[in-house]
């Protein structure tokens, strides 16, 4: 069992940045692909970014790449999802997720978080 606890959300301005941050428990984080998927209002959930066990492959959807840096510190049990020139569009709850594989599916992740919400204004 891994429980996820995400923090870093808000509010900011169009162009500005953020960072997420999400704490796993357990000891088996290096054992664990993570994820960060975005559920804005209306919509399905939507993949974003993930990263492989050690962190040495880092995956992403179209809409973010080159603005988001998904990183962890297994040492912490922390992955971070760094957002640069956030849009408007970018509004949504935020999840990170845990699973024992590679895939940006849904169904591909075993335990998620709550989510925090990422605001940003136009």
């Known amino acids: 069992q891994v429980q996820l606890v995400e923090s870093g959300g808000g509010l900011v301005q169009a162009g500005g940045s953020l960072r997420l941050s999400c704490t796993a428990s357990g000891r088996t984080f290096s054992t664990y692909v993570m994820g960060w998927f975005r559920q804005a209002p209306g919509e399905e959930r939507e993949f974003v970014a993930a990263?492989?066990?050690?962190?040495?492959?880092?995956f992403y959807a179209d809409s973010v790449k080159g603005r988001f840096t998904i990183s962890r510190d297994n040492a912490k049990n922390t992955v971070y999802l760094r957002m640069n020139s956030l849009k408007p569009e970018d509004t949504a709850v935020y999840y990170c997720?845990?699973?024992?594989?590679?895939?940006?599916?849904?169904?591909?992740?075993?335990?998620w978080g709550q989510g925090t919400q990422v605001t940003v204004s136009s």
């Open positions: 990263i492989s066990w050690s962190g040495a492959s880092t």
């Open positions: 997720a845990a699973s024992r594989a590679i895939g940006i599916a849904e169904y591909d992740y075993d335990y």
